[in-house]
């Protein structure tokens, strides 16, 4: 590409983030590699997408090293500046949730970090916890301890069970989930194991409380195939990984996830990223036959629309959120089906509220 090429677009972006992120090493029968090519507005399109998928550090790290070993000084640099300024961001944000973490040890809540540091050496654009305490107790602390203010919530936020709070000196907001998870805060089963079956992990010498890796595929499983209906990069390289790692036991995922009625969902997410991982490396995860055969859809329904990854809702995803419904309603569990019950309504005034006023706040 010469310094007049026209900026990349995102479906191309995208497919140079997951070579960057899956597929690091340079195929030498691959011929001049086009990452070399890029302008300066190029590049900073490419970061502006990495940011978006929570893949600054992994992407950038590799694209240094490929332009250093071509004695590319100026993109190297790029890349050095780019990883530099995204490091400390995370470094301040740590800092900030070891002291939350801390607080509310302190008071004798429990916590637990969610999703936040499943990226890792990424960060995500928030801070996710979840607690088992009541919300007056949490926000009475937050406010004490931190200053902090709570943003304004959405239909959805009240629903779920989750709050906002802006604290001062600290870009990113805290978000956390107080005994309920899932979109509609349905999900009690799956909100009473994350404390229960909590780790510790250590991360730039701070000590955090994170989910167990069940919890971990079955939390990424509700926000991707039952809340967004896309992906982040992050969200295929962070499952990969725990896969590979072992650490993943899927007898007891599928119990838990049949028990919260997502398990064709969970079974369809670990598909999608097995099927992904396949396109840019050529070898997918060793999935049992159990979790392939229970999927209801595959990696070629997914596609690149916008800065995502995304799954069509009409009628895969439509049929999925059917199954969670039916489920819940045949174990007698009335008051979290008439909770689900809700979200078709609440992503319908999400939707016409978005094409009134180009924005969904205060619905999503």
């Known amino acids: 590409m010469s310094k007049q090429s026209p900026a990349i677009s995102n479906q191309q972006g995208m497919e140079i983030l997951s070579r960057l992120v899956l597929s690091p090493i340079m195929d030498p029968a691959a011929g001049v590699d086009p990452l070399g090519q890029l302008n300066r507005e190029q590049f900073d399109a490419l970061l502006k997408l990495a940011h978006s998928n929570h893949v600054i550090v992994r992407a950038m790290e590799v694209y240094r090293a490929r332009m250093l070993e071509v004695n590319d000084v100026e993109r190297a640099q790029w890349a050095a500046e780019a990883i530099a300024a995204e490091r400390g961001r995370i470094r301040l944000a740590l800092v900030h949730l070891q002291k939350i973490v801390d607080a509310f040890h302190v008071a004798n809540f429990d916590v637990t970090v969610i999703k936040t540091l499943d990226h890792w050496p990424d960060f995500g654009s928030d801070m996710d916890l979840y607690t088992h305490t009541s919300p007056v107790k949490v926000i009475e602390l937050m406010r004490k301890t931190f200053h902090a203010e709570i943003a304004q919530r959405s239909w959805g936020d009240r629903l779920a069970g989750k709050w906002n709070f802006v604290i001062p000196d600290l870009p990113e907001p805290v978000e956390i989930h107080m005994c309920r998870l899932g979109q509609t805060g349905e999900q009690r089963k799956i909100a009473a194991n994350v404390p229960a079956r909590s780790r510790t992990t ?6 955090f409380p994170i989910t167990s890796a ?7 499983t509700l926000q991707r195939m039952y809340r967004h209906f896309y992906f982040r990069l992050c969200d295929i390289v962070d499952s990969a990984q725990l896969v590979r790692s072992g650490a993943l036991d899927f007898q007891e995922l599928r ?27 050529g070898e997918g995860l060793e999935l049992p036959e159990f979790v392939k055969s229970d999927a209801r859809f595959d990696g070629r329904a997914m596609y690149c629309g916008g800065s995502f990854l995304r799954v069509p809702i009409m009628p895969q995803s439509v049929r ?8 819940t309603l045949k174990k007698g569990e009335i008051v979290d089906g008439a909770r689900l019950g809700l979200l078709p309504w609440l992503a319908t005034a999400a939707a016409i509220g978005y094409r009134i006023t180009g924005s969904d706040k205060g619905i999503w």
């Open 214 to 220: 069940c919890e971990r595929i079955l939390i990424s």
């Open 320 to 327: 999925l959120y059917g199954e969670q419904l039916l489920g």
């Open 202 to 207: 250590t991360v730039d010498e701070m000590t």
């Open 255 to 281: 119990r838990s996830a049949q028990e919260s009625d997502i398990w064709e969902g969970t079974a369809t997410y670990l598909v999608l990223v097995s099927d992904y991982v396949t396109r840019y490396t």
